[in-house]
Structure formats: C-alpha cells, structure tokens
C-alpha cells in the first residue's frame, strides 16, 4: 500500500468483541472521516494506533517505522479524546507547550511551533485562562493545539464536535479544515454523524461491529453504498451495534 499510515489486517480482542482484522492506508495529506454506530470500535481503533491498546494481531506501520511495543510517547501520533482532556491546574499556554519538553528541540524551535500553532487555532487570548474557563470549542481548539505543537506524523480525532452547539460545530469544521490545509498532517476523524463527514469532505469509512464496511470520497459511498447496512446508516437509520464494545 502506498502511504505513510499503514493498518495491516490489525486485530484487537475485547472481551466477547473483537475489532478487525483492519486493513487501511491513509496518504499525507488525507483526511479519512471514520464513521458507524455507538459500540462499533471506532475509539478502539483509535487507542490502539496511538498505542494504548495493544494488538493481537496484525501491524502498524508509519511510514517506514513499524510502531511494534512502542508506547505511545514513541510513536509520534497525536490523539485528541472526546473530553479534550486539558490539565486543569495549568494555564492554557502550559497545557499547549506541554509536549514541547520532550521533543529534543531548542527554545528557539519550541517557540516557533508554539507561535504558529497557537495562531492556526486562534487561540492566543485564550492563552492565560484556566480549561475550567474553557467553552466547549474552545477547549477543543486547546487540545488541538497541545497535539499539534509536537509536529506529529499522524493525527487522531475522537468525536471532535461532539457536545458542541450548532454554531461552535460549524467554527471547529472550518477550524479542522484550515490546519488540515495548512499542515496536510494525515487525520483519521471519528464520529457517527454523515453531516460531519459531508462537511469535512475527503475520505470517509464505514465501521460495523469492527469490520470496516467501505471506504471512499464521502459522495462515492452516498450514492453507491456496499450493502443495505451502509445505505440504512447513511439513510439515518440506527443500525444495531455490538454489545461491549467501546465507540
């Protein structure tokens, strides 16, 4: 496969779920918009490529790094969870310039990509506020921030405009697709709304009960669906997910 993230037939066991095995490429540049129902494994797949679920089988690769046993602090991947997950006690600029102290760069280099992130996401008023004092979107743009700073290979998004009002959602796509823009970092993007995925634009896959279904521009799949469960979903409808299994 040519790309610079590789998913070779991974395989990750939960309990009585299984997600996989998963084949995918994502190319530099590409944003993949992941899509299916609560319980289907989209977070899973997410924790396992960032590192903080090991496989059973099957790889990963980045380029030419097979990600292998590396933990997450290793593999040069950044992950933004639903919750954003901010360090309460630090102020904005502490929370974005938190990954810096480890990317063996200088000061100089450290205030550059500070710099520049911070002015992508729009976030330099926001730099002395506590997370607490936070709206939703803008504890979104923060976390972006964090994980941008450290230039990773490949960036991973759990449900970005999930728990936004209408307004803020629509701010945070045009927000996702100016740095996407800007940087081409590789994204996969979860959720399980069509309208995120229709509005992002790019590639989109279908995931259900940890097989993926399809994947494709996001148009290709509306009007030439692989089956009827990825027509009932695109539909609207509510496909039936998997017990036990995390989002």
Not at 3 to 28: C, E, K, M, N, Y
Not at 38 to 67: H, M, Q
Not at 83 to 103: E, K, M, Q, T
Not at 202 to 221: F, H, I, W
């Amino acid at each position: 496969m040519n790309g610079i993230l590789h998913l070779d037939g991974i395989v990750v066991r939960q309990g009585d779920f299984q997600l996989g095995p998963v084949t995918l490429s994502i190319r530099q540049g590409e944003h993949l918009v992941l899509m299916g129902p609560s319980g289907c494994g989209k977070t899973t797949l997410l924790k396992a490529i960032a590192g903080f679920i090991p496989l059973d089988a099957g790889s990963i690769r980045i380029g030419d790094r097979v990600l292998g046993d590396l933990p997450p602090e290793q593999r040069r991947v950044g992950y933004v969870p639903q919750s954003a997950s901010l360090f309460p006690h630090l102020r904005v600029r502490d929370n974005i310039r938190f990954g810096l102290a480890y990317a063996g760069i200088n000061r100089d280099q450290q205030e550059a990509r500070f710099n520049r992130i911070t002015g992508l996401l729009g976030v330099e008023a926001l730099l002395d506020r506590r997370p607490a004092t936070l709206s939703g979107g803008e504890a979104r743009r923060v976390a972006l921030a964090r994980s941008l700073v450290t230039e990773p290979d490949v960036l991973l998004l759990d449900e970005p405009l999930g728990m936004l009002d209408t307004p803020a959602r629509h701010t945070l796509v045009q927000t996702l697709k100016s740095i996407h823009a800007a940087l081409g970092t590789p994204t996969i993007h979860v959720t399980h709304h069509l309208d995120e995925a229709w509005m992002m634009g790019g590639l989109c896959s279908l995931l259900r009960e940890g097989r993926l279904v399809q994947t494709g521009p996001v148009e290709t799949l509306l009007l030439n669906p692989a089956n009827a469960w990825a027509q009932a979903f695109l539909d609207g409808g509510e496909p039936r997910s998997t017990p036990g299994a995390t989002a």
